[in-house]
């Protein structure tokens, strides 16, 4: 009877061991399942990054475009001014990009 007792015994506690080693996964799993969701919140941010930023380059280029033009005529008085507006708002541009990718 003994003996019967001590196989009982032997068998629960493989049987503790085997769960505690199926804890372990079922925890490694769950930690993976947070891994991923984190890095596809991050990839979800960086596509709205990137079409940020090709939003404010692309007008930058159209500034820069008008700086260009304006340069062509720049003996005229009043093309100083617009050019001036333009270089201006070309910095605001440069500044937020920057901004954004800082964020």
Do not use: C, P, W, Y
Not at 9 to 17: D, H, V
Not at 69 to 76: C, D, H, N, P, V
Not at 81 to 91: P, W
Not at 94 to 101: F, G, I, Q
């Amino acid at each position: 009877m003994a003996s019967r007792m001590e196989r009982k015994e032997a068998e629960i506690a493989e049987l503790r061991e085997e769960n505690s080693q199926l804890m372990k996964i079922g925890k490694n799993d769950r930690e993976l399942e947070k891994q991923v969701n984190a890095l596809r919140r991050r990839s979800i941010n960086h596509a709205k990054e990137q079409v940020a930023v090709k939003t404010i380059m692309e007008k930058i280029q159209i500034l820069v475009d008008g700086i260009i033009a304006s340069r062509s005529e720049s003996g005229k008085s009043e093309k100083t001014g617009s050019l001036e507006n333009q270089f201006s708002a070309l910095s605001s541009l440069v500044n937020a990009s920057v901004k954004a990718l800082r964020s």
